[in-house]
Nanobody, 115 residues
């Protein structure tokens, strides 16, 4: 089993920055990928950024140039640095981990960007 705990969400003004963190614990060997998804009110969950051995890093077009994903392998932690935030970035951000073809999710952290 894998447990994921996100932190770093909050309220920020448009143009501001936040850094999300996600710590993985439990069976954290042989991780295929870690990443971030988000779900805005009334919308489907969407992929924001992933980092994996197979594809390196991938960032959605909607956040490219503003968001950066990174991973600390020693700490089993993945980060999402979010700059130049926009009101449309408001969502619950979920950490995602894939291990041996099984997908795990965190409970999410709310990011609210005010205009």
């Amino acid at each position: 089993q894998v447990q994921l705990v996100e932190s770093g969400g909050g309220l920020v003004q448009a143009g501001g920055s936040l850094r999300l963190s996600c710590v993985a614990s439990g069976s954290v060997s042989s991780i295929n990928a870690m990443g971030w998804y988000r779900q805005a009110p009334g919308k489907q969950r969407e992929q924001v950024a992933i980092i994996s051995g197979a594809v390196g890093t991938m960032v959605a077009d909607s956040v490219k140039g503003r968001f950066t994903i990174s991973r600390d392998y020693a700490k089993n932690t993945v980060y999402l640095q979010m700059n130049s935030l926009k009101p449309e970035d408001t969502a619950v951000y979920y950490c995602n981990l894939v291990r041996n073809s099984v997908t795990y999710w965190g409970k999410g952290t709310l990011v609210t960007v005010s205009s």
